[in-house]
């Protein structure tokens, strides 16, 4: 089975990167750019008989740092 | 004193920590690579070196937290075995939960390579007690994700505990109430961004961080 898994900071976490970022396009003359925040996708190919257990362990121990960051689950 | 530096893929500065420690202590440090399951018998320190451990993928300091060596240096750290992250070795200290928060993306996205004053908060731990309270030292740092991040409850415990080691005394990258150099609650932990084993000898332009070292050495034995 194929996930994805969208890691984004949790807010009120600085995000300079998402900062950068929205300047640059109001640079480029885009009006309105009220907040950008970056995030990670994972695509993840998996073992049709893979528990939703381990999915979700997979998330804290590794791909989000549960610290500054939250994860969701999308099934293809 | 005998200690150890462990060496991952893309790690910069085990080279000149291990120097740092040899000067200091008279003794070589092993050199423990990442895939061992062991450490030597006897330590006094371990020190996670500076660098790019495993290109910085997914975040700085991830993928170093999870490799073979650091569960034996949890393990160590956890029977009370003094040990110092710095820099990169910070940011693997925090993925690994020995230390709370996360060290982002500096505030101003530049790398910053430079001396920075320091203030020494706590001269109490084995690790400042060649400082006093109080003291400016300058260190150089070399990051891009020195950006200290904890949750407000988290900081006011820290600093309740009396666990900043050390603090920015100019504005460099962004992090929480200045937060430079963190120990862990008994104290035999420490993680810092700025760099003290090349601030060890009058060559360097100074030699505030051999005092780091001098005083573990003597706290340690």
Redesign the interface.
């Known amino acids: 089975m194929k996930l994805r898994i969208i890691v984004t900071l949790k807010n009120g976490v600085l995000d300079p990167q998402g900062k950068a970022i929205q300047h640059a396009l109001a640079g480029l003359g885009f009006a309105g750019v009220e907040d950008v925040r970056a995030g990670k996708i994972f695509e993840l190919e998996l073992a049709d008989d893979t528990s939703d257990a381990a999915i979700d362990e997979m998330c804290r121990k590794l791909l989000a740092n549960t610290v500054i960051e939250n994860y969701r689950v999308e099934r293809a | 004193m005998k200690s150890a530096v462990i060496v991952f893929p893309g790690s910069n500065c085990d080279r000149d920590i291990a120097t740092a420690l040899e000067d200091v202590t008279g003794t070589a440090p092993q050199m423990v690579w990442h895939g061992e399951t062991e450490l030597p018998a006897g330590l006094g320190l371990i020190a996670l070196p500076g660098g790019f451990s495993y290109g910085d993928y997914?975040?700085c300091g991830?993928i170093a937290a999870?490799s073979p060596v650091v569960r034996a240096v949890v393990e160590a750290a956890e029977r009370g075995v003094p040990v110092v992250g710095i820099c990169n070795g910070f940011q693997i200290l925090?993925?690994t939960g020995l230390l709370?928060?996360?060290l982002?993306?500096?505030?101003?996205?530049n790398f910053v390579c430079r001396d920075v004053s320091l203030t020494v908060d706590n001269s109490q731990s084995i690790f400042t007690s060649g400082y006093r309270s109080g003291e400016t030292i300058i260190v150089p740092v070399a990051h891009h994700d020195g950006?200290y991040?904890?949750?407000a409850d988290t900081l006011d415990r820290i600093e309740g505990e009396g666990r900043v080691a050390f603090r920015y005394a100019e504005d460099v990258n962004?992090s929480a109430r200045a937060i430079a150099g963190l120990l862990n609650k008994a104290g035999n932990v420490l993680g810092m961004m700025p760099h003290p084993e090349r601030r060890i000898e009058a060559a360097h332009g100074g030699t505030d961080g051999r005092r780091l070292f001098e005083g573990l050495l003597e706290a340690v034995g």
């Open positions: 997914l975040r991830a999870r925090t993925e709370p928060g996360a982002m993306r500096n505030a101003g996205l950006n991040f904890a949750d962004g």
